[in-house]
């Protein structure tokens, strides 16, 4: 397969905040590739303070032929309008836990008044809920012949949502792959929407360190 029909993201760790250069030289040699699409920072982490000093080293990269795009994970609207205000330059992406049951509408309105892509991890809700197993869910796979996962993951694509469902296998990749020949109708959106607990299940990107 070409190179150009992949996508590949890597991730600056938060250990590396304050050298950003030195940990994307590391990563591209690890991945043995001559560039990446997308360079994100991993998390804020405000409690150390280097989240402006990473993005300010990730614009730099993002100047060179190794990486095509740049932006962030797990920021929230404060993080993001510190590095707005401190740079000037808007993430392309902002990957975030978002699900049925964490929705995250105002942080998503945001992003989408910058012109920021929103990217859904854990789309599924890491199998930390009942949400696989939710009778409404259920009766809307049933009704598409779908599976209930990609019930879900066709809620997050009508949302316009970047969505990275996590898995190794080859049949449930496919599966997850499976959701561009069917359409939620209006009242079935709505109700996965009548979902939305803002309950959190991954780390708070205010503490994690």
């Not at 409404?136 to 996962?149: I, P, R």
């Amino acid at each position: 397969m070409p190179r150009s029909e992949i996508f590949v993201t890597t991730k600056l760790r938060n250990s590396d905040q304050q050298d950003p250069h030195g940990a994307f030289d590391a990563s591209l040699e690890r991945l043995g590739l001559d560039y990446v699409d997308l360079y994100l920072i991993h998390w804020p982490v405000p409690t150390r303070g280097h989240a402006v000093t990473a993005w300010r080293g990730l614009i730099e990269i993002l100047g060179t032929p190794q990486c095509k795009s740049i932006g962030v994970s797990n920021f929230e609207i404060a993080h993001l309008n510190e590095l707005l205000r401190e740079t000037g330059v808007v993430p392309t992406v902002n990957q975030i836990e978002l699900h049925p049951v964490h929705q995250r509408r105002e942080l998503r309105e945001f992003c989408a008044q910058h012109d920021i892509v929103v990217e859904s991890w854990g789309p599924l809700s890491q199998g930390k809920t009942d949400l696989l197993e939710r009778p409404q869910l259920q009766a809307m796979a049933a009704e598409h012949g779908k599976s209930v996962a990609q019930i879900v993951l066709r809620w997050h694509v009508q949302h316009g949502l970047v969505v990275i469902p996590k898995s190794s296998r080859p049949a449930r990749l496919a599966e997850n792959l499976a959701v561009f020949d069917f359409e939620l109708s209006g009242e079935q959106m709505a109700e996965i929407d009548a979902m939305d607990e803002q309950r959190r299940l991954g780390l708070n990107p205010f503490t994690h360190e």
